[in-house]
């Protein structure tokens, strides 16, 4: 059975930091590229970046560049999200999600495997 299980969300004020985990379980995590996205309310699922089963990472969005780094660790069957300089346009829920393959595709419906979400609330 694939468990896909985030963790590491919470409340924190502008200007501070989390880091998310994702941990993996019930698949080859390492031949997985993986990806984390995230949906704030009233809008649709977007992009945050993602890293291929290469430990390549992909361009991450725009609204997010220089602020967060995706890592993992496939000893561990883990991947992070450490996110820095939080703004308030930052809170949503965050998921993880895996997909077979070297690709570190940065479209939600190309990732089969997805977690339940962990909520991150950025106050201003």
């Known amino acids: 059975q694939v468990r896909v299980v985030e963790s590491g969300g919470g409340l924190v004020q502008a200007g501070g930091s989390l880091k998310l985990s994702c941990v993996v379980s019930g698949l080859p995590f390492r031949f997985y590229s993986m990806g984390w996205f995230r949906q704030a309310p009233g809008k649709e699922r977007e992009f945050v970046t993602a890293i291929s089963w290469t430990g390549a990472a992909a361009p991450a969005a725009d609204s997010v560049k220089g602020r967060f780094t995706i890592s993992r660790d496939n000893a561990k069957n883990t991947l992070y999200l450490q996110m820095n300089s939080l703004k308030p346009e930052d809170t949503a829920i965050y998921y993880c999600?895996?997909?077979?393959?070297?690709?570190?595709?940065?479209?939600?419906?190309?990732?089969?495997?997805w977690g339940q979400g962990t909520q991150v609330t950025v106050s201003s």
């Open positions: 999600a895996g997909r077979a393959g070297e690709l570190a595709s940065t479209l939600p419906d190309e990732y089969v495997q």
